[in-house]
């Protein structure tokens, strides 16, 4: 096998490996997608967290991200709060039900994180300015298939 189908192999392999890692750990995250746990990461992470600022954090929509709270909100895992002078707007914050799910992805997110550091680290900058530009170009291509898939299956009324 030719060096460019390897490096397509392995990114297969990554692939794979990481929804088999997914689907192994729901009942870590008490049965939630990794979307609504990200969520309440982003939740817990934001200074006055709205439905506005998750979407942009999560590169979602409003209305997508306004569904995920209203689950969190429902399985007590997230609260709403208003603030006493301004009633217009809604915030949320990880409730006494999700704290031990924000931990413990906060947890799992630092740890990976050093992992994949230590790996990059063993590479030169001239290497690693290939290995950026070239998972860009990957993360652009993903990214254009979703935006394809959606607008192909999820804008349609």
Not at 27 to 56: M, P, Q, R
Not at 91 to 102: N, P, Q, S, T
Not at 131 to 147: C, K, P, Q, T, Y
Request: aromatic share 8%; proline share 1%; charged share 30%.
């Amino acid at each position: 096998m030719d060096q460019p189908h390897k490096i397509v192999a392995e990114l297969i392999k990554i692939s794979e490996h990481a929804d088999a890692f997914k689907h192994g750990n729901e009942d870590f995250f008490d049965e939630l997608n990794i979307t609504e746990v990200h969520c309440i990461h982003w939740i817990g992470s934001l200074d006055h967290a709205n439905v506005t600022k998750v979407s942009v954090e999560m590169g979602m929509t409003r209305g997508a991200i306004s569904k995920i709270c209203k689950k969190l909100l429902q399985k007590n895992l997230i609260e709403s709060y208003q603030e006493p002078e301004n009633n217009k707007n809604i915030y949320f914050r990880v409730a006494e039900g999700g704290k031990k799910i924000f931990e413990a992805h906060k947890i799992t997110h630092n740890r990976a994180f050093g992992e994949k550091l230590n790996i990059v680290g063993r590479y030169d900058e001239d290497e690693q300015a290939v290995i950026l530009r070239f998972l860009m170009d990957i993360n652009g291509l993903v990214e254009a298939s979703f935006e394809k898939f959606y607008a192909d299956h999820c804008d349609r009324k």
